[in-house]
């Protein structure tokens, strides 16, 4: 070994891995905190890439065995470690903190089942005549209605998406022929059918006593889509376009029955109008003060009406003629990986829709000077 190498395994001695594994650590710290740091992990990245090239081109260094010690000691302190310290704040924090808090409403339903919330099981297998809350599977908001209208348009019943669990969430799924008494006596409901893929439906409002209806107004905010209210009381025979067809979305939903007819949480589905051809549809796009500020629900047309924005499913499901011995569900339980993952999407969408500069920013604070000068 010639002097040069001599020089070179000194550095792995006690003191300089102390000093590399403490760089680690301290990188994943200072991105756990904010992401900026992320440009403090790029300058010493440099730097790194900097000294391996260095090494690697050392006419003095004829042993490729120590270049790759030099490479592995950097690899591991200055990049799994700093991973792994940066991964294990978010395991600290989903382990401290598991209560219910406003922020939960930005994550998905098997994100906030595993936090300290009643989430019961529920029956899996939808018949007609199931008393169900229906959910927006792109942004988790229920489908809704209440006792007021819309301003424009049919001046009907407002139908609208809802973040809260409440009554005014429920939905009874009917025939398209035999509606459903609300004790559920007529003889059709008694035999406990399932709801296939294909159905046509009814849906009707529980605590208003509608029915969810489209037709040819355009819808009070997204005017090229079609609007969607509640009409006619469920004692009258409605018409046509109370007509929706159910149809399962074979990829999103679970294998098995799920994609055959439907099955509470695992059964992604679109509610088509059977007269019109538009396709049961929500945003974040939000109504005005008199729509009290919830989200949109329209009928969605050409491509519009293929999005994940038309995808709903069922969270809830009860039957009176159901039995304890019915088959129950739930939402699966995530695991770490797939919690941070998801915490990160969250973060990065939240951050990207700030539109108000901060308070302490320096363009702000610059315009705040010159103003009073």
Same mark, same amino acid.
């Given at each position: 070994?010639?002097?040069?190498?001599?020089?070179?395994?000194? &550095?792995?001695?006690?003191?300089?891995?102390?000093?590399?594994?403490?760089?680690?650590?301290?990188?994943?710290?200072?991105? %756990?905190?904010?992401?900026?740091?992320?440009?403090?992990?790029?300058?010493?990245?440099?730097?790194?890439?900097?000294?391996?090239?260095?090494?690697?081109?050392?006419?003095?260094?004829?042993?490729?065995?120590?270049? @790759?010690?030099?490479?592995? &000691?950097?690899?591991?302190?200055?990049?799994?470690?700093?991973?792994?310290?940066?991964?294990?704040?978010?395991?600290?924090?989903?382990? #401290?903190?598991?209560?219910?808090?406003?922020? =939960?409403? @930005?994550?998905?339903?098997?994100?906030? !089942?595993?936090?300290?919330?009643?989430?019961?099981?529920?029956?899996?297998?939808? @018949?007609?005549?199931?008393?169900?809350?229906?959910?927006?599977?792109?942004?988790? *908001?229920?489908?809704?209605?209440?006792?007021?209208?819309?301003? *424009?348009?049919?001046?009907?019943?407002?139908?609208? !998406?809802?973040?809260?669990?409440?009554?005014? *969430?429920?939905?009874?799924?009917?025939?398209?022929?035999?509606?459903? /008494?609300?004790?559920? %006596?007529?003889?059709?409901?008694?035999?406990?059918?399932?709801?296939?893929?294909?159905?046509?439906?009814?849906?009707?409002?529980?605590?208003?006593?509608?029915?969810?209806? &489209?037709?040819?107004?355009?819808?009070?905010?997204?005017?090229?889509?079609?609007?969607?209210?509640?009409? =006619?009381?469920?004692?009258?025979?409605?018409?046509?376009?109370?007509? @929706?067809?159910? +149809?399962?979305?074979?990829?999103?939903?679970?294998?098995?029955?799920?994609? &055959? =007819?439907?099955?509470?949480?695992?059964?992604?589905?679109?509610?088509?109008?059977?007269?019109?051809?538009?396709?049961?549809?929500?945003?974040?796009?939000?109504?005005?003060?008199?729509?009290?500020?919830?989200? +949109?629900?329209? #009928?969605?047309?050409?491509?519009? /009406?293929?999005?994940?924005?038309?995808?709903?499913?069922?969270?809830? *499901?009860?039957?009176?003629?159901?039995?304890?011995?019915?088959?129950?569900?739930?939402? =699966?339980?995530?695991?770490?990986?797939?919690?941070?993952?998801?915490?990160?999407?969250?973060?990065?969408?939240?951050?990207?829709?700030?539109?108000?500069?901060?308070?302490?920013?320096?363009?702000?604070?610059?315009?705040?000077?010159?103003?009073?000068?």
């Amino acid at each position: 070994m010639n002097q040069h190498e001599q020089g070179a395994t000194k &550095a792995f001695t006690h003191f300089w891995w102390f000093w590399l594994v403490s760089t680690g650590v301290w990188l994943g710290a200072t991105i %756990s905190m904010k992401w900026v740091g992320l440009f403090t992990v790029g300058w010493v990245g440099s730097l790194t890439l900097v000294q391996l090239w260095t090494l690697f081109g050392d006419p003095c260094n004829r042993s490729m065995s120590l270049w @790759f010690k030099h490479f592995t &000691a950097r690899l591991l302190c200055l990049m799994v470690i700093t991973i792994c310290v940066y991964l294990s704040t978010f395991g600290l924090h989903f382990w #401290c903190f598991t209560d219910v808090g406003e922020s =939960r409403k @930005f994550m998905s339903p098997e994100f906030q !089942a595993t936090l300290n919330m009643t989430n019961p099981d529920t029956p899996a297998d939808v @018949f007609y005549g199931s008393y169900v809350p229906i959910r927006h599977w792109n942004t988790y *908001n229920y489908l809704h209605s209440h006792n007021h209208t819309y301003l *424009n348009g049919s001046k009907q019943q407002q139908v609208t !998406a809802y973040p809260k669990q409440e009554g005014n *969430n429920l939905w009874t799924i009917e025939n398209q022929t035999i509606p459903v /008494s609300p004790d559920g %006596s007529s003889s059709y409901n008694t035999c406990l059918v399932f709801v296939e893929s294909g159905s046509v439906i009814r849906l009707n409002h529980m605590s208003t006593n509608r029915r969810l209806h &489209a037709h040819s107004f355009p819808a009070p905010v997204t005017s090229e889509h079609d609007e969607i209210s509640d009409s =006619r009381q469920k004692e009258s025979s409605g018409d046509d376009n109370d007509l @929706f067809r159910v +149809e399962i979305d074979q990829a999103s939903s679970e294998p098995g029955a799920a994609k &055959a =007819r439907l099955k509470a949480i695992h059964s992604k589905f679109r509610l088509v109008h059977l007269k019109t051809g538009c396709v049961l549809s929500s945003h974040k796009v939000r109504l005005p003060v008199w729509g009290f500020g919830q989200q +949109e629900v329209t #009928c969605a047309h050409g491509d519009d /009406s293929q999005t994940p924005n038309t995808i709903w499913y069922i969270e809830g *499901n009860l039957h009176p003629f159901m039995d304890d011995a019915t088959e129950k569900t739930n939402y =699966r339980q995530i695991r770490f990986f797939r919690k941070t993952w998801e915490s990160h999407i969250v973060m990065w969408q939240q951050n990207a829709g700030l539109i108000k500069p901060h308070s302490w920013s320096l363009a702000l604070l610059l315009g705040q000077s010159l103003e009073a000068a």
